[in-house]
């Protein structure tokens, strides 16, 4: 059985930085593109990043490029999103996403 767990959200002000880790159970992140998406109230989810197998090449929507990366830890079966100078809008529910498998999200709250 396939299990994703997303850590790491919060409550950041503006300018902050948070990182979010997705661990898996039942599943080697190493051998599989993974990416991170989010939802905002009254959006459509959207992607964040991704990280493919085996390349390791990174890919990040138009939004948080240049502000957030994405990367593996195989030794620790994570992907973590470390998210730099946090907007407002940045605010949204993350998700961790590998083939079918969704986690139950992460909530990030950008707000003075």
């Known amino acids: 059985q396939v299990e994703l767990v997303e850590s790491g959200g919060g409550l950041v002000q503006p300018g902050g930085s948070l990182r979010l880790s997705c661990t898996a159970s039942?599943?080697?992140?190493?051998?599989?593109?993974v990416h991170w998406y989010r939802r905002a109230p009254g959006r459509t989810r959207e992607i964040v990043a991704r990280?493919?197998?085996?390349?390791?090449?990174?890919y990040y929507g138009d939004s948080v490029k240049g502000r957030f990366t994405i990367a593996r830890d195989n030794a620790k079966n994570t992907i973590d999103l470390q998210m730099n100078s946090l907007k407002p809008e940045d605010t949204a529910v993350y998700y961790c996403?590998?083939?079918?498998?969704w986690g139950q999200g992460t909530q990030v709250t950008v707000s003075s």
């Open positions: 990280i493919t197998s085996p390349s390791n090449q990174p």
């Open positions: 996403n590998v083939l079918q498998y």
């Open positions: 039942g599943l080697s992140f190493a051998d599989n593109t």
